[in-house]
Structure formats: C-alpha cells, structure tokens
C-alpha cells in the first residue's frame, strides 16, 4: 500500500524559503515511472499544480513558480522535496505530495493528506 | 481563473443523476486525456476517473466519464449523501506552460 505524508514547519517568514518533505513508504521513487508531485491548494481556492521531478530526476515546474521553485528526490530517505523561495503571503496554502502515474495522461493515483503552511510574521 | 472551466456548484437529490462539465479548448481537453478527483470536505482529493473514462479500482460503477471534443463531463448516478464534494477535472501536457492544469472545481451539494 503505497502512502505519501508531508512534513514540514506550518509557518513560514515572508522573503524565506519554505521547504517542505514527502516521505513515501510502499514503494521506491527510483522505480517505475512516476511523477512526483507537489499541489497546493489556498483556503476556499481549487487545486495547483506546483512542479514535479521524475524517478529518472528529471524535473519540470509550472511556469508562474518557475525561478522559485526546486523538487528534488532524496534516494536515502525515499522522500521528495520542495522549496519555494521569496514567500509572500500568496503562498499560504495546504500543500499536498501525490504520486503522478504516466498512462498517455499523468494522473494522481496516490496522495498525502495535505499539510498547511502560512506564510506570516 | 483556470483554462478549464467548469461549473462551480451543481446539485442533486438522493438517487439522482448529476452532471459536472468541463470545458476547454482544442489544446486542452480535445488533445488530452482528462482525469477527474473528487475532494470531500477536509481530505485531499481521490483520484475518481483517469484517461477520459476508467475508474480506479474501487470506485464505484456510479461514477461515468465522458468526453466530446472540447468538453468532458462526469456522470454520478444513485447520487448518495457521502457524494457531496468537490470535483475537479485536470488534464495534462507538458506542451503547456503547466503539466498539469485543473478545472477551477465544482461544489456538489446532495440535497
């Protein structure tokens, strides 16, 4: 049973970098083809998509973020990260891991239960 | 507002048939396969349709997906009390400044 859960500080300064973990447990990020993901979602907002890195490390992220954001995976620990840097407080959501699975689409097949992070002093 | 654009409530009584649309464009949903989450109140979202029509093991044969050019709609028949959530449609293609794009969502009330 594959199961993704978020970690992270809930509260971040403005100007920082927010630095969040997804530790993925019932399967390997270096096996198979999937998309890890992170999306966020503000309070009362729909769903964004932020970027994503491939088992074969190859990363790619949504545009508006892009020179903000990196996704890396951390092999030893079987865990993705993400960082997202020059925080304003636009940046306050829950933010969600998912696994990406490719079958002529990616869909989400599997997701973390979404922790929230407030961008405030 | 997203490039997908899809009702923002709908609503139904129990047993019902209910619809949500997703309209798009010819670089969007006419080109790419859509997947459809639904979201209940405090949880993150469930994958409920991928690649247009297949359900996930586990869902329900109540929920049906269909697509026609630049629309896709997701069908709940039997409506049931615990369907009221959000719905999001979102295709993917990496030819777009995202990979990922998601409907801006709809709030289904069960009445």
């Known amino acids: 049973q594959v199961q993704l859960q978020e970690s992270g500080p809930g509260l971040v300064t403005p100007s920082q970098t927010l630095s969040l973990t997804c530790t993925v447990s019932g399967d390997s990020i270096t096996s198979g083809t999937y998309y890890w993901s992170w999306v966020r979602q503000p309070a009362g907002k729909g769903l964004e998509w932020i970027g994503r890195v491939h088992s074969s490390w190859a990363t790619n992220y949504n545009a508006s973020l892009r020179g903000r954001v990196t996704i890396s995976l951390d092999t030893s620990g079987n865990q993705f990260s993400l960082k997202l840097s020059s925080v304003t407080a636009a940046d306050t959501a829950v933010y969600y891991c998912?696994?990406?699975?490719?079958?002529?689409?990616?869909?989400?097949?599997?997701w973390g239960q979404g922790t929230q992070v407030t961008v405030s002093s | 507002q997203s490039v997908l654009t899809q009702p923002p409530s709908a609503s139904g009584t129990p047993g019902q048939r209910v619809t949500i649309s997703c309209s798009g464009s010819?670089?969007?949903?006419?080109?790419?396969?859509v997947n459809w989450y639904q979201q209940l109140p405090g949880t993150a979202p469930k994958l409920l349709i991928y690649s247009d029509t297949h359900r996930p093991s586990g869902v329900p044969d109540r929920f049906s997906a269909s697509k026609s050019g630049t629309s896709a709609s997701l069908a709940i028949s039997g409506l049931r009390s615990e369907d009221e959530a959000e719905y999001y449609c979102a295709v993917w293609d990496d030819r777009l400044n995202v990979d990922v794009i998601f409907g801006g969502g709809t709030k289904l009330t069960v009445l």
């Open positions: 010819s670089s969007t949903i006419a080109t790419n396969l």
């Open positions: 998912a696994r990406g699975v490719e079958m002529g689409t990616i869909y989400f097949d599997h």
